[in-house]
């Protein structure tokens, strides 16, 4: 049972790889002069939605019936809920998608969320102590 929650080198060395080039584009976007870009919901979003991704074409492959539910099932989250902010669809993404891999691929789904959630806590924590913040309590609040 353990051993379904190990991922494989070569998955862990795809999501670190989907993951840099989710950051590539943002620091491009900052670069190139696309202010919008340094928000932090987007920062997070390019880091969160390339390894969601990533999860989703993994779990999919080669399942006919579980590709055309995960595309209801997402296209439903985001069609029919008021979505406030580009983070918040990413998270619910990242929810459905950890719902819906945990069945078929237990540690793809657990590397998934355990390098979100350390990409979302550290980055937090550099925001906060940039802004001069000795203590840090991580606050997600979309406005």
Request: contains cysteine; glycine residues 4%.
């Amino acid at each position: 049972m353990l051993q379904n929650l190990i991922p494989e080198i070569n998955f862990l060395i795809k999501i670190l790889f989907s993951l840099s080039l989710g950051i590539f584009v943002n620091i491009a976007l900052i670069y190139s002069g696309q202010r919008w870009a340094k928000n932090f919901s987007y920062v997070l979003t390019c880091c969160i939605l390339p390894m969601t991704s990533l999860v989703i074409t993994k779990t999919i492959s080669g399942n006919i019936a579980l590709s055309l539910g995960m595309v209801g099932a997402l296209s439903i989250v985001r069609f029919r809920h008021p979505v406030k902010s580009p983070l918040e669809l990413a998270l619910y993404f990242l929810l459905v998608t950890v719902g819906i891999s945990t069945n078929i691929s237990p540690s793809s789904s657990l590397t998934l969320v355990a390098l979100s959630m350390f990409i979302i806590y550290i980055y937090a924590l550099y925001i906060s102590r940039r802004k001069g913040f000795d203590s840090f309590i991580p606050n997600l609040d979309i406005s």
